[in-house]
Nanobody
Framework: QVQLVESGGGSVQAGGSLRLSCAVS????????MGWFRQAPGKEREGVAS???????MYADSVKGRFTISKDNDKNTLYLQMNSLKAEETAMYYC??????????????????WGQGTQVTVSA
C-alpha cells in the first residue's frame, strides 16, 4: 500500500510563497504519476498540478505561472512550489499517486492513493 505524507502547509499572507512536500513510502515516486489537489470548505476537490512518470507536467489554468510541481526521485518526494498565493487558494492540499496519465490527469478519479492533506491558509 502506497503511503503519502504531505507537509509544508501553513499560514501566509497574500502574495507570499510556500513549498509543499509529499513523502512517498512503500513505493517509489518514479513509479507513479503524481498530482496535487486542493479542497476548500464547501467546495469540490480540484486538481492543481500533476507530473507524469516521464516528467511531463500539467497545471490548472488558475495556477499556471505561479505554481511548480516537481519530484526528487532520490528523496522519493513530490513538491509543489506555490508563489504569489491568493486568499481564495486557502484549502487543504493533498498529494495523490496513480497509474494512468492522460489529458484528464487533473481529475481526482485518475488517482488511487491519497495523503491526509496539509492545510494552507492565505490571509488577504
Amino acid at each position: 500500500q502506497v503511503q503519502l505524507v504531505e507537509s509544508g502547509g501553513g499560514s501566509v499572507q497574500a502574495g507570499g510563497s510556500l513549498r509543499l512536500s509529499c513523502a512517498v513510502s512503500r513505493a517509489t515516486v518514479s513509479s507513479y504519476h503524481m498530482g496535487w489537489f486542493r479542497q476548500a470548505p464547501g467546495k469540490e476537490r480540484e486538481g492543481v498540478a500533476s507530473i507524469a512518470i516521464d516528467g511531463r507536467t500539467m497545471y490548472a489554468d488558475s495556477v499556471k505561472g505561479r505554481f511548480t510541481i516537481s519530484k526528487d526521485n532520490d528523496k522519493n518526494t513530490l513538491y509543489l512550489q506555490m508563489n504569489s498565493l491568493k486568499a481564495e487558494e486557502t484549502a487543504m492540499y493533498y498529494c495523490a499517486a496513480g497509474t494512468v496519465w492522460d489529458r484528464f490527469s487533473l481529475t481526482s478519479g485518475k488517482y488511487t492513493y491519497w495523503g491526509q492533506g496539509t492545510q494552507v491558509t492565505v490571509s488577504a
